[in-house]
């Protein structure tokens, strides 16, 4: 593609004005629309695997069927977190001339946070506005995952700040996938990107999905309120002294496998528990000018690191000391609320993180906990199927108008119900006539409800005539409406949202 060049999309032509950038994906080009002179952005993918070529334009073409960029609108429409924009695609070409392949999408004003990195706009921030940032990257994620997609590609590049208007724009968004594409198979070519590659992925081990966007993002907001000193978590002796350095997380991988670098990089490199991987010796006393410039800015880290709030630390803690421990990370939500009450300055407290563990809020992150081996990993074992008495077949019993509290609530499969009085709302199946334990969260987004699975079986999603709009797997989310229901696959009964 080059300046002054006409393409065609979707019937119409768009001029190229200026090249915008260029990275490992693609280039983007800035241009506008012939017809009424629309300002837009053309991003020409740059991927040289034929099969994963294929893949990703397939996977293009999906979203803009699925009208991702509308649903993406909708559901920040209704949300508290204004300032917010997902840029999708809006239409997929081939170039009859050149064979470039791209797609159209809305032009994103500011400064990606890799360019305030490399700049120094970030490292000049204050915390405060780091974290006011911070918090709208959390909730861009949370967003997806709402919807039932996944990101895959948290990093530096895709993330836009405009200053001017105080708004994060969210681009690169050929990558994103939903929950059944991903469970299909379909979504295999993506893996993310460096160090933010997530260490199961990069092992082989599971593909990309929740659990790995939510490492990606404890990743960048590690990274970014540590100024990008070190590239991870675990960027500490054992991985620096990998010889040659990792480039990724890939990398690592292959090294771990052939006998080139120490274990000990799985361990956080503020473990106070573990120093093997930790700065504490970090070129220190070397007198290579280089080493001893980054000693300092090593040493600036860990002063960093030491201000921050404890609420923070122990988050970053419970993400990363074990890297392989994908249940243990911190769900965007549980971030946005995290970094919502530091910035309010509340006072740490003890309290139950969206993970379902204890959180202890000292000066100390928590001790390793022994882990237990569950009984039976089959969910039909532990919830067997049953049929209340006056139940019908996943649908909640009818219960009278003195019965019901003050709205909005929840109908249970005999006549109970549990009023959703508070911004989130965890929801006890035993509460509302079921066997399971917490069925998942109601978390409250302005007059919607979104609704996150804690269950190891599948949740099923009943529309207000009992048929089946969507399913969803534990951690995964979705908004509901009024007048649906949520009902375990294991259950023969369903539990009843009224607004």
């Known amino acids: 593609m080059n300046v002054n060049d006409t393409v065609k999309i979707g019937g119409k032509s768009y ?22 002179g629309w300002a837009c952005a053309i991003k020409i993918l740059d991927e040289k695997n034929a099969n994963r070529r294929i893949a990703k334009i ?5 979203l803009i069927a699925q009208k991702a960029d509308q649903q993406m609108a909708e559901v920040v429409k209704s949300g508290p977190e204004q300032g917010i924009n997902h840029v999708c695609a809006l239409g997929c070409f081939t170039d009859p001339v050149t064979k470039d392949v791209g797609y159209l999408m809305e032009l994103a004003p500011g400064k990606s946070v890799g360019k305030m990195l490399s700049d120094g706009t970030l490292r000049n921030m204050s915390l405060e506005r780091k974290l006011r940032m911070l918090k709208k990257v959390a909730a861009s994620i949370e967003r997806f995952h709402v919807v039932g997609y996944c990101y895959t590609d948290i990093n530096w590049g895709n993330f836009i700040w405009d200053e001017a208007t105080d708004t994060l724009y969210v681009i690169d968004c050929e990558n994103i996938a939903c929950s059944a594409d991903i469970r299909s198979g379909r979504c295999n070519f993506l893996i993310g990107t460096g ?7 990069a092992f082989r081990q599971a593909t990309v999905g929740y659990e790995t966007d939510r490492y990606a993002l404890a990743t960048l907001i590690f990274r970014v309120l ?8 675990y960027h ?3 991985m620096y002294t990998a010889t040659p350095m990792c480039q990724d997380m890939t990398e690592v991988a292959e090294y771990e496998e052939e006998g080139d670098i120490d274990k000990n990089w799985r361990k956080f490199v503020f473990d106070p528990t573990d120093r093997s991987n930790g700065l504490d010796n970090l070129c220190r006393n070397c007198k290579n000018p280089q080493n001893v410039a980054f000693r300092k800015e090593v040493e600036r880290v860990i002063a960093i690191w030491n201000g921050l709030d404890p609420r923070l630390k122990d988050a970053f803690y419970r993400t990363f000391r074990d890297p392989f421990a994908v249940k243990d990370r911190l769900s965007a939500s549980a971030w946005l609320r ?18 379902g563990k204890k959180v202890r809020l000292t000066n100390e992150p928590s001790l390793p906990q022994k882990k237990v081996k569950p009984v039976s990993t089959n969910p039909l074992d532990k919830y067997p199927s049953f049929v209340p008495q006056g139940a019908g077949r996943g649908r909640p019993v009818q ?3 003195s019965a019901l509290p003050a709205k909005p609530y929840l109908i249970g499969t005999t006549g109970e119900t549990l009023a959703i009085t508070a911004d989130e709302t965890v929801v006890e199946g035993k509460d509302l006539g079921l066997k399971q334990g917490v069925l998942g969260r109601l978390r409250r987004i302005d007059t919607h409800y979104a609704f996150t699975s804690h269950l190891l079986s599948l949740v099923e999603i009943l529309d207000s005539a009992g048929k089946v709009r969507c399913k969803i797997a534990k951690g995964e989310s979705v908004m509901l409406a009024n007048g649906e229901s949520i009902k375990p696959v294991v259950s023969t009964v369903a539990i009843k949202l009224v607004c």
């Open 15 to 36: 001029s190229v004005l200026a090249k915008l950038g260029e990275g490992g994906q693609g280039s983007v080009w800035r241009a506008k629309r012939l017809e009424d």
């Open 58 to 62: 397939a996977n293009i073409k999906r």
């Open 195 to 201: 160090f933010f590659i997530a260490p199961e992925v």
């Open 226 to 233: 540590t100024d990008n000193v070190l590239q991870s978590a």
């Open 236 to 238: 500490g002796v054992a």
């Open 338 to 355: 995290l970094i919502d009450e530091v910035l309010s300055g509340k006072q740490a407290k003890d309290t139950t993180s969206t993970v």
């Open 399 to 401: 219960v009278s108008a």
